[in-house]
């Protein structure tokens, strides 16, 4: 089974705050932050845009670890 991560990216003087999405091979997608209400929205949406891009099916449900969100497919 592949997992999704997803992490904060800092806002710079030149560019905004983004949220990266990644797996273990090295795919990726990043998109702007604050798309949505909560922190962990955000990254949902980054990491259905990443599963988009990817052609990836199924649910997903995800959860906190230190630095971010992982997301795995339920059955």
Same mark, same amino acid.
């Given at each position: @089974?592949?997992? %999704?991560? $997803?992490? =904060? %990216?800092?806002?710079?003087? $030149?560019?905004?705050? +983004?949220?990266?999405?990644?797996?273990?091979?090295?795919? =990726?997608?990043? $998109? =702007?932050?604050? &798309?949505?209400? $909560?922190? +962990?929205?955000?990254?949902?949406?980054?990491? &259905?845009?990443? @599963?988009?891009?990817?052609?990836?099916?199924?649910? %997903? %449900?995800?959860?906190?670890?230190?630095?971010?969100?992982?997301?795995?497919?339920?059955?």
């Amino acid at each position: @089974m592949k997992a %999704i991560t $997803t992490k =904060s %990216i800092a806002a710079t003087n $030149t560019k905004p705050e +983004k949220v990266k999405a990644f797996d273990e091979d090295g795919n =990726s997608y990043t $998109t =702007s932050a604050g &798309l949505a209400q $909560t922190v +962990k929205d955000t990254h949902k949406i980054a990491a &259905l845009g990443f @599963m988009h891009k990817y052609d990836w099916k199924g649910e %997903i %449900i995800g959860g906190s670890v230190k630095g971010g969100y992982v997301w795995v497919f339920t059955p």
